[in-house]
C-alpha cells in the first residue's frame, strides 16, 4: 500500500511544476521584453521637430 502511495504524491506535484515552468518562461520573456523597451527607450533619438513641421 506504501508503495502505491508514493505514484500519487509524485504525481500531485508534477502539474504544479509543469505550471511554475510556463511561469517562469514567460516571466523570462517578459524580462527580455521590457530590458529590450528600457533600451530602446534609453536610446538617443533624432528630434523629428523639423519633419513634423514640414509636413
Not at 506535484?13 to 520573456?29: I, N, V, W, Y
Not at 521584453?33 to 513641421?53: H, K, N, V, W, Y
Amino acid at each position: 500500500m506504501s508503495q502505491e502511495a508514493v505514484p500519487e504524491q509524485a504525481a500531485v506535484p508534477a502539474q504544479p511544476k509543469g505550471l511554475l515552468q510556463q511561469m517562469e518562461e514567460l516571466m523570462a520573456a517578459l524580462n527580455a521584453d521590457l530590458s529590450q523597451l528600457d533600451a530602446d527607450l534609453s536610446a538617443p533619438r533624432p528630434a523629428p521637430t523639423e519633419d513634423a513641421g514640414s509636413a
